[in-house]
């Protein structure tokens, strides 16, 4: 009886967030078990791909279905469908492990984990589906490698050609290893045999990262190649590999370790981090909850999770501010423009080699109408104009002032303004003007009453 009021309540709760969605900070949806979840963005609208542990209590993993969401700002979060394994080869299952998802030639791919056996594949015309079982059996069957055939990451590459990469990596068993497959154009069959992926130990590192895990992912950036296990990851210039480890994104807090499955993405000029956490304790209940933080990108390539939002204000979460912060930092921007985003010489990130109408966007700040005047902490070796505006790129001009050289670029001021025309506005952007190519650094601002 108990276990049937637990999941009539979970149930309840699905459906209560389905038709009125949810404003969520982190974790990202509350009192869903969310775990491995994935986010993609696909016409400029962000979708959430995540299988659910059902029990807050199980001491072995119960994970019913996969759940997909949707958002337009990473905050509010919508279920647009449930995927039951009955709607797969699977039939009925409470192992929905992992999954991924890519889109290609007009349509969309969702990979899926038959628990740690066996990896399926759906295929659908939009984003949330309706998919359909694209084989009607598995896509990477059990004995295919030596290894484990679960856990699937999907890239589509620059040329086009997709792979996916699977598996179980122990650096200790000969068994297990991360495989690596190119997929046939139509995204549903297998162009050659899979292939183990090497993985090189830097020596300096940590002799944990990605020693073992399964769960991997794969993105790029800049012609380098990311795989990822946990908060743990290694990089390549070729997508096969091999992979040499580089460290943890994190600093093992907030679930920052090898159990952080998730993955890596980009929207509107800016890098996100979302991940699972066994926030009660993996040896409480096999229950995790998904969160995310910003993500930013050393000059060498190295990752760098944002634990600074998160040790000062991590259930905010991204995308939400408060004018009685100390501190806003630059790098917390949800939407930008002609900037680009660098180490700071005073630590950590900061915002330079911004042009002319270049911008930052900083939505949902709240108590911003008590705010008298904002301060800017920024160098500048020949000067310009920040203009503050409400809600929009042209909104209403909420102050602007003009900013002296301040004696070079390791040279930091802090300068103010004054502000007006609060009512109403919840979020500003800041639109520098001037006639260099880097007008000025900006390491970050708060208000003031």
């Not at 399926?120 to 939009?126: A, D, I, W």
């Not at 896509?139 to 589509?156: A, F, N």
């Not at 086009?160 to 046939?184: C, M, P, Q, T, W």
């Not at 926030?279 to 229950?287: P, S």
Request: proline share 4%.
């Amino acid at each position: 009886m108990k276990q049937k009021i637990k999941q009539f309540f979970l149930t309840f709760i699905l459906v209560v967030v389905a038709y009125t969605g949810i404003f969520a900070d982190n974790p990202m949806v509350p009192y869903v078990g969310m775990a491995d979840p994935h986010i993609h963005i696909f016409n400029n609208k962000a979708y959430l791909y995540a299988t659910r542990d059902a029990d807050s209590t199980a001491q072995d993993f119960v994970m019913p279905d996969w759940n997909i969401w949707s958002s337009d700002d990473l905050i509010n979060w919508t279920l647009e469908r449930t995927i039951c394994p009955t709607e797969t080869y699977m039939g009925e299952s409470t192992s929905c492990w992992a999954a991924d998802i890519a889109y290609k030639n007009g349509h969309y791919y969702f990979y899926f984990s038959n628990g740690n056996v066996n990896t399926g594949v759906m295929k659908g015309t939009s984003p949330t589906g309706p998919f359909v079982d694209a084989l009607g059996e598995p896509l990477l069957h059990e004995d295919l490698t030596i290894g484990k055939e679960y856990d699937p990451t999907v890239l589509v590459d620059d040329d086009e050609n997709a792979y996916l990469v699977f598996g179980h990596h122990r650096s200790y068993e000969d068994d297990l290893s991360f495989y690596i497959v190119k997929l046939n154009d139509d995204m549903i069959s297998l162009a050659e045999k899979p292939q183990e992926i090497q993985i090189i130990h830097a020596p300096d590192l940590d002799t944990m990262v990605l020693r073992g895990n399964d769960k991997p992912n794969l993105h790029k950036r800049n012609g380098i190649y990311y795989l990822s296990a946990g908060s743990h990851y290694a990089t390549s210039k070729n997508v096969y590999g091999p992979y040499t480890t580089r460290g943890n994104t994190g600093n093992n807090k907030f679930g920052l370790d090898s159990r952080a499955h998730g993955n890596f993405f980009e929207w509107n000029n800016q890098w996100f981090h979302t991940w699972c956490y066994f926030h009660l304790g993996r040896d409480v209940a096999r229950y995790r909850e998904s969160y995310i933080s910003y993500l930013h990108y050393k000059e060498n390539g190295e990752m760098v999770t944002d634990t600074v939002l998160l040790e000062k204000h991590f259930e905010t979460g991204v995308g939400q501010y408060d004018a009685d912060w100390d501190k806003i930092e630059a790098e917390w921007y949800m939407d930008a423009s002609n900037v680009t985003k660098r180490e700071s010489p005073n630590g950590g990130f900061e915002i330079q080699d911004i042009k002319n109408n270049g911008y930052l966007f900083f939505p949902n700040i709240h108590n911003l109408e008590q705010a008298k005047s904002i301060s800017f902490h920024l160098a500048s070796a020949n000067g310009g104009t920040i203009q503050v505006r409400g809600d929009d790129l042209n909104g209403p001009l909420l102050g602007s002032v003009n900013i002296p050289p301040t004696g070079g670029w390791h040279s930091y001021q802090k300068i103010d303004t004054d502000l007006k025309n609060l009512k109403d506005v919840n979020g500003v952007y800041l639109v520098f003007k001037g006639q260099d190519n880097s007008i000025l650094h900006l390491d970050w601002f708060n208000f003031q009453d």
